[in-house]
């Protein structure tokens, strides 16, 4: 299954559960959009199997822990990763890039506040999960985007990765290295934004509320945002989003968040 010429063509990583799956999802209705679903392991992915069958969702594998596993570094490399894989089912383009996946690791994943509890490991993955990997696929599918005239990057992110949050909650809900990694993820975004601003991109990051995943449902604090509604109202705003909004950080009715760093 590929895209069609006409196909707007969009790339969501995490897309074998929670927004990611749901983005997907609501995104394939559309009979002029072409979504490529990026996961793990495509073996895992069986509820993306029903939207594959309908003819306007391919699925490719990337471990955004791996950023080797996103493009052919060397020119020479027998097995094709995940940018040459997407270019083979969207004629080479991609139009919008959803950074999606994202994910929390040892005291990272809890509401305490305390620092002393976390580990070198749990950071580490934090940062790898949460920036690291959205800043480098984002970098293997530049040349994809460029054929684009839309160009557009939204990096999902969070109301943890906001400084003021934590300021006005005395330390909000805890979750320590998950939020400072996206507001890592927030600071990558704007620097994108700097260096392509003239070249026609536009980069945001995305707050889609304390929504109810498999990733939340276990918090002391139940979230109150079906992933349906979250998606719904975030998929609105990215639909007419333009040039002018780019480096904002948004909430998911396109109200725009300030970032302190």
Known sequence: MSAKATDKVIVITGASRGI???WTKQASLDPNTFVVAVVRNVSTAQLLEPLVAG???AVVEADMMRPETFTCFKANRAVKQAAENISAVTGGRVDVLINNA????GA???SSKDMSISTPDEWSDAYKLNTVGPIFFTK???????KSALKHVVNISSFLGNTGFH??????FGYNSYSVAKGALNFATLKYHLQLKDQGYTFITLNPGYVATDLTHTQEQKAPLTVEASVSRCKSFVDRLTVAESGGNFSLDGSKEPLVY
């Open 102 to 105: 994202g994910g929390w690791f």
């Open 108 to 110: 990272g994943a809890t």
């Open 55 to 57: 003819g306007r969702v």
């Open 20 to 22: 990611g799956l749901e």
């Open 167 to 172: 300021e006005s909650t005395n330390g909000g």
């Open 140 to 146: 293997a599918l530049l040349p994809l985007l460029e």
